[in-house]
């Protein structure tokens, strides 16, 4: 299980216990201890099985874009367990909702230590690209290599977003910031080109008001913005209709787009098109036409409490090639 640790000491407490058990890679006492120091004030992930601490990681700002992936360490009965990925999705997942755009590692440069050079094969595993290599930053013998990642590019998007049901703040949305999501919604792939798929964003706080007040059970409440997603059933051909394909696509676009800006959201469809028809109240209160159907809700916002990924089986249960 991966854990994010509140309390300072139990930070030090576990940076301790786990990096005096590398000595192959914390051996300088004095490293060793600044790191452990630091640790108390960093992000913190530990993963824990059974009580016993498994790893830890820790992420610092060196800027106001960055984040570095300050230590990491695993114990040695647990390498090659999937332990550091898994630490290392949950800081990423952290840096991204908070709006960093890059992570870096610094570490020994490959070709001088054994260990190092698995441990930057790692890096590189994860999705990291060299940088430079700095080769005074520490001394000689141990010439410093930078890695660096992007946290805005589409795949690590993809990766980092995940729905938000809690609270948001209180920040408004800026309408080039909602244009931007909505154009990303429309520029989705169309069966046929028939584009079904017709938006509608909310920013006005009475009809927020409106729309919230008949959302049961409360979803959003606090999201500054909205946009409302409507379908069409146009028939592409042969009689068949793509239009729940089509706005799908524009959903998940969209759902990236809001990641990509800083913001977070959750697709609220079968809440609102049960057999309350709570879809048609807020079609209602929008003035829809009757010849679209009101299939989803999406909020809009920065988020105001910390959440983080859930738990997805290994892809190699899922993914499969050349046959099941």
């Given at each position: 299980?991966?854990?994010?640790?509140?309390?300072?000491?139990?930070?030090?407490?576990?940076?301790?216990?786990?990096?005096?058990?590398?000595?192959?890679?914390?051996?300088?006492?004095?490293?060793?201890?600044?790191?452990?120091?630091?640790?108390?004030d960093q992000p913190f992930w530990v993963s824990v099985n059974d009580d016993v601490y498994e790893g830890f990681l820790c992420l610092k700002e060196t800027g106001k874009a960055t984040m570095e992936l300050a230590v990491m360490g695993v114990i040695k009965e647990c390498h090659?367990?999937?332990?550091?990925?898994?630490?290392?999705?949950?800081?990423?997942?952290?840096?991204?909702i908070k709006g960093y755009e890059f992570i870096q590692v610094k570490t020994v440069r490959t070709g001088i230590y054994d260990d190092y050079d698995i441990t930057n094969e790692f890096y590189k595993s994860l999705g990291f690209k060299e940088l430079e290599v700095l080769p005074d930053y520490w001394d000689e013998a141990n010439p410093c290599q930078i890695y660096?990642?992007?946290?805005?590019?589409?795949?690590?998007?993809?990766?980092?977003?995940?729905?938000?049901?809690?609270?948001?703040?209180?920040?408004?949305?800026?309408d080039e910031d909602l244009i931007t999501i909505a154009k990303a919604g429309i520029d989705a792939p169309s069966g046929c080109n028939k584009q079904t798929t017709d938006l509608i964003i909310?920013?006005?706080?009475?009809?927020?008001?409106?729309?919230?007040?008949?959302?049961?059970?409360?979803?959003?409440?606090?999201?500054?913005?909205?946009?409302?997603?409507?379908?069409?059933?146009?028939?592409?051909y042969r009689d068949r209709c793509f239009a729940i394909q089509d706005y799908s696509a524009a959903i998940e676009n969209m759902l990236l787009a809001i990641v990509e800006l800083g913001y977070q959201s959750c697709w609220y469809e079968g809440h609102i098109t049960d057999e309350d028809?709570?879809?048609?109240?807020?079609?209602?209160?929008?003035?829809?036409?009757?010849?679209?159907?009101?299939?989803?809700?999406?909020?809009?916002?920065?988020?105001?409490?910390s959440f983080h990924a859930p738990s997805k089986r290994p892809l190699s249960e899922r993914v499969h090639i050349n046959g099941f």
């Amino acid at each position: 299980m991966i854990r994010f640790i509140e309390d300072a000491s139990e930070r030090k407490k576990i940076s301790r216990q786990i990096l005096e058990s590398l000595n192959e890679w914390f051996e300088i006492e004095d490293s060793r201890e600044r790191y452990i120091a630091e640790s108390a004030d960093q992000p913190f992930w530990v993963s824990v099985n059974d009580d016993v601490y498994e790893g830890f990681l820790c992420l610092k700002e060196t800027g106001k874009a960055t984040m570095e992936l300050a230590v990491m360490g695993v114990i040695k009965e647990c390498h090659r367990k999937g332990i550091g990925r898994r630490l290392f999705a949950a800081a990423k997942d952290y840096a991204a909702i908070k709006g960093y755009e890059f992570i870096q590692v610094k570490t020994v440069r490959t070709g001088i230590y054994d260990d190092y050079d698995i441990t930057n094969e790692f890096y590189k595993s994860l999705g990291f690209k060299e940088l430079e290599v700095l080769p005074d930053y520490w001394d000689e013998a141990n010439p410093c290599q930078i890695y660096i990642m992007s946290l805005k590019s589409a795949v690590a998007t993809i990766a980092t977003r995940h729905s938000y049901r809690g609270e948001y703040l209180r920040e408004s949305v800026p309408d080039e910031d909602l244009i931007t999501i909505a154009k990303a919604g429309i520029d989705a792939p169309s069966g046929c080109n028939k584009q079904t798929t017709d938006l509608i964003i909310v920013t006005d706080p009475d009809l927020l008001s409106k729309i919230k007040a008949v959302l049961d059970p409360p979803v959003a409440r606090t999201a500054p913005a909205m946009i409302i997603v409507l379908t069409r059933r146009i028939n592409a051909y042969r009689d068949r209709c793509f239009a729940i394909q089509d706005y799908s696509a524009a959903i998940e676009n969209m759902l990236l787009a809001i990641v990509e800006l800083g913001y977070q959201s959750c697709w609220y469809e079968g809440h609102i098109t049960d057999e309350d028809r709570i879809c048609d109240k807020v079609a209602s209160i929008l003035n829809v036409p009757d010849e679209y159907d009101l299939v989803c809700i999406l909020p809009v916002g920065k988020a105001a409490e910390s959440f983080h990924a859930p738990s997805k089986r290994p892809l190699s249960e899922r993914v499969h090639i050349n046959g099941f």
